[in-house]
Structures are given as C-alpha cells and as structure tokens.
C-alpha cells in the first residue's frame, strides 16, 4: 500500500522520551506532519487506550508485561514486515523475540537496566562495594534526599531484591508482602519521594540517591548545573547482570488511521543515524549491532564515566525481567504498592 497522503501521524509515548529533532526529520522526509501525546505511568496511558475514547497510529514504550493483554483484547495489529527492513540492524534477539514470537506485533525501541543513581559528592558510599546495594535507600541519614520510581513493578521488585528475593515475577503472597513492608519502612526511614525524575533529580542534587533507569541517567550530562561536572553522577548497575533488564517497544493500534506511515516510522526508528540522533538527547540506548559503548562516547553522545549505563547483549540475555503475571497476583502487586506508597 502507498503512503496515506496529508496525514497526521498520532504517536502516544511517554513524556521527554523521543528526540524532538528526530521527529521533525521524520515529517520532513515523509511529507506529513506527527503529532506527539505523552503519558507519565503505564497505567495511565492503558487507561486512556481502554477507553477508545482516543486514536493513535503509534503506541510507542509499550512494556513487556502488558503486551500480551494488549494482543489478546485486540489493541494492537500485526505488522507487515515488509516495510521494515531495518530490523537487520538490530539484535538478533529482537528477530524471534521471547516475548513476541517472530516479532509478530512488535518493533523493538530502548533497553534498559534498572539501578541506583546516586551523587558522589554527596553519598560517600559506593555501591560497587555494598554487599547489597538494592538496600541503598535504606538510610536514614539521606532522609528528605531519596527517591524511588513512580511504578508500581518497579517499586515492589525493589522491595523483593533489597530482601533477597531475585524472582521479579513472584506470586508468592509472602514475598510480595515484605517487599512492600520494606518500603513502607523505607518512606518511615527517609521521607522517600516517589516519582520519575531521576534524569533531573541527581543531576541537579535534589536528590541524592534515586532508584533509576539507565538511560534516564545516559542523559544526565544535559540537566547539570553550570559549573557541576557529570562525573559526580554514578549509577549502578551489578557487574553480573543480576538486575532487571528491560525493553520498550513500538506498536501499531488496530484503530490507526495512518498504517503505512506508521509502519515507515517502525522501519526509521530502526535506522542508525535516526537512532544515534534519538539517543543524543534521549539518552535511552537502542539495541542496534552499531550502538556500541565505544561508539557513543567517540561520539559524545555518552561521558565516559557514565558507561555503567549501557546495555550489553549479555546483560539483556542474563538479566532479571518483570514480565506478565497472574491477573489475581497482579492485583497483589498493585494493592501493596498502593499501600506503600499511600501518602508519599
């Protein structure tokens, strides 16, 4: 089919999460013009795409965990893989991925790692040397200076690994229950704020440890103070890979009006420059065979000091993931995180 004419592209994304510079090249080169709505949770933005009260022709930072959901009541479309061919420059793992057989529905967007942030001239203590550096938080001498993610997944795994617990998809009651315990304790502890500014929070000094995302942190070169270098952001991410690794990925709605087009902008967000460019002000690195650690910072698009960030194949292979659970264990994930988080 031929590229719809005098379209509008509608993307749905998350807030500060594509390169404006990146969209704009794409409306010029395709002659359209794109259209950009942002969430700020996952729950948000399902709640706005169960309502069919809207129309998008691209679903962008889907989840792993709610993919399968969003096949199974028919929100989003297969895709025709012949209009992407710039899949061959991503992993092959996103070929025939685990979660997506064949990629049948799915493009792959960033990975990531999640972590702890911290700021070195503030917090003498390195995780690199903790004996277990998911506890961090956990200090009531930063009380009023820390920060974990605004996501209810995120937070309980937290709570799971600072208690030992590495199974980031349990249904045991019990697990579930002490992490959210911990982190009842940890807001007790430390007055901890809950929210997903880590990529300003650190850099600025507002906060000085924040549970994080890697790529959140990538970018953290853009929001330091005049005079404050970068190399006083660290983030941590265990040298074994035992830590959660995900991946965000690019969908097509059933109801989009602008098919081709949106399948053309699968296919450019799977080209390198396009993603070099994405990844300059994004900081969210993109599974391409080129989208090395020496390549970034060769390119300055990444400080050396902040190479802790990138994603490796082995640690996408190796990591821990937060995948789709249970509906009724789901909804215990849910109601601890709302308990625990109740009030912050």
Sequence with gaps: ?????????????WVAYINQAVVNHFAKRYNCKVEVSTFNTMDEALAKIHSGQVQFDVFMGVTIDVLGPLI?????????????????????DFQNPFYDGKWQYTTPYTIYTTGMAWRKDKVPENPYQMSNAWAMPWQAKYKGKVAILDDYREGISLGLMKNGVFDLNTTNASQIAAAGQSL???????????????YTQIPTGQVWIHHA??????AAESYMPKGVPVDVVGYWF???????????????????????????????MLDLPNVMTNISWNGYMQP????????????????PSLMSTVVLPSYFRRGVMELQIPVSANLLWEQTWQAASKGV
């Design 184 to 198: 009842q304790n940890l807001a007790q502890l430390t007055n901890v704020q809950i929210n997903n500014n880590d």
């Design 213 to 218: 995302w890697s790529g959140d942190m990538a």
């Design 288 to 303: 391409l065979n080129e989208v090395t650690p020496q390549q970034l910072v060769k390119e300055q698009i990444l400080p």
């Design 72 to 92: 199974a009541q028919k929100f989003i479309q297969p895709i025709n893989h012949s209009y992407i061919p710039n899949i061959n420059q991503a992993w092959p």
């Design 238 to 268: 265990p040298t074994d890979g035992r830590g959660p690794v995900g991946n965000d990925l690019i969908t097509i709605p059933r109801n989009a009006t602008n098919p081709v087009l949106a399948h053309m902008f699968m296919n450019y």
């Design 1 to 13: 089919m031929a590229q719809e004419q005098n379209a509008t592209l509608k993307i749905y994304n």
